[in-house]
Each structure stands twice: as C-alpha cells, then as structure tokens.
C-alpha cells in the first residue's frame, strides 16, 4: 500500500509543468527612447575613472546602474540569456565600455572600463 501511494505521488509529481520563466527585459537605449534620458552624475562628469570602477566593482543592482551611468548606447542579450550586455560609448577614447548584468541577480556580474 506504501509503495502504490509513493509511486502515485511521484508519478503526479513529475508530471506537474515547470514554473515559467521570467521574461528577460532589457532596458532602453538612449536613442530609442530618448524622452527618458536625463542628467546623471556620469553624464554631468562627476564620477572619474576611478569612480566608476569601484562603484562597478560593488556589483550594484542594474537599476543603480541606469540611474547613475543612464541608459547605454546600445544593448545585448547573450544566445544564453544569462548575461546582458550594456555599451556606454565613450567618445574621448572613441571606444565602447561594457557593463555586464547577470539575468538571474539582476546586479553587475562583470565589466570592462577604461
């Protein structure tokens, strides 16, 4: 009787569907939607190299993000969707930095700034 009642249980619970996925967003750039853009410290020159780099090195919510280097330049999502990919160009060094954000903590989980 035990053994019909676990077989039960584990046929029931292996049909059950999986939870769905969160669907993974990914924010805005500056020239799609460029109502949104506003002053942050970054954009005004508050924050020096430096500066970036150890706020960066915090690994910050991707809001935090947003509201202190505003929305990139461009945007990426990996085949994966493990990883997003946020570019800030940098028109002094003409070259792209890279911000990455991990979809699954939402927070920083790399970057390359120079």
């Given amino acids: 009787m035990d053994i019909r009642l676990l077989l039960i ?3 029931l619970f292996s ?3 999986p939870p769905q996925p969160k669907p993974v967003v990914v924010p805005p750039t500056r020239k799609t939607n ?3 853009v506003q002053e942050t ?5 508050y924050m020096t190299g430096f500066d970036i780099w ?3 090195r915090e690994r910050p919510a991707e809001s935090d993000v947003i509201e ?3 929305f990139p330049d461009s945007t990426w ?3 994966g ?3 997003k990919f946020l570019y800030y160009f940098i028109s002094e060094l003409q070259d792209y930095n890279i911000i990455e954000i991990s979809t699954k903590t939402d927070s920083v989980s790399g970057f390359e700034w120079d």
């Avoid at 410290?41 to 020159?45: A, D, H, N, Q, R």
């Fill in 9 to 11: 249980g584990l046929f």
């Fill in 15 to 17: 049909c059950a569907t």
């Fill in 34 to 36: 460029p109502e949104l």
């Fill in 41 to 45: 410290l970054f954009s005004k020159g």
């Fill in 54 to 56: 150890e706020f960066l």
């Fill in 68 to 70: 202190t280097m505003g």
């Fill in 77 to 79: 999502l990996d085949d």
């Fill in 81 to 83: 969707e493990n990883t």
